[in-house]
């Protein structure tokens, strides 16, 4: 079991900063992925980041060059850095974690942080 909580979601004008904090249960040594979705209103969720091993991140089209995902082994925490911001990345923002088990993989979740940017 792996449980995480998200902070550091809020209010924000247009072109500003924030940037989310993903506390784990356990140590991200033993997660083989974490990473960020966010589901807007009447939306699908959707990927934002994903970091593997080693803190290799991919990104969504959509944030890459104003996102950026990173971990602090020692905290278990893992972070969403996010610049540029606009209108459109008003979302609801969910850590998300993977862990293998046995022959498949378990996936978590947090509680979801409320980010808005206003225009």
């Known amino acids: 079991q792996v449980q995480l909580v998200e902070s550091g979601g809020g209010l924000v004008q247009a072109g500003g900063s924030l940037r989310l904090s993903c506390m784990s249960s356990?140590?991200?040594?033993?997660?083989?992925?974490m990473g960020w979705y966010r589901q807007a209103p009447g939306k699908q969720r959707e990927w934002v980041a994903l970091m593997s091993s080693g803190f290799n991140s991919d990104y969504a089209d959509s944030v890459k060059g104003r996102f950026t995902a990173s971990g602090d082994n020692a905290k278990n925490t893992v972070y969403l850095q996010m610049n540029s911001l606009k209108p459109e990345d008003t979302a609801v923002y969910y850590c998300?974690?993977?862990?293998?088990?046995?022959?498949?993989?378990?996936?978590?979740w947090g509680q979801g942080t409320q980010v808005t940017v206003a225009s």
């Open positions: 998300y974690a993977r862990v293998a088990t046995g022959p498949g993989f378990s996936d978590y």
């Open positions: 356990r140590s991200i040594f033993s997660i083989n992925a």
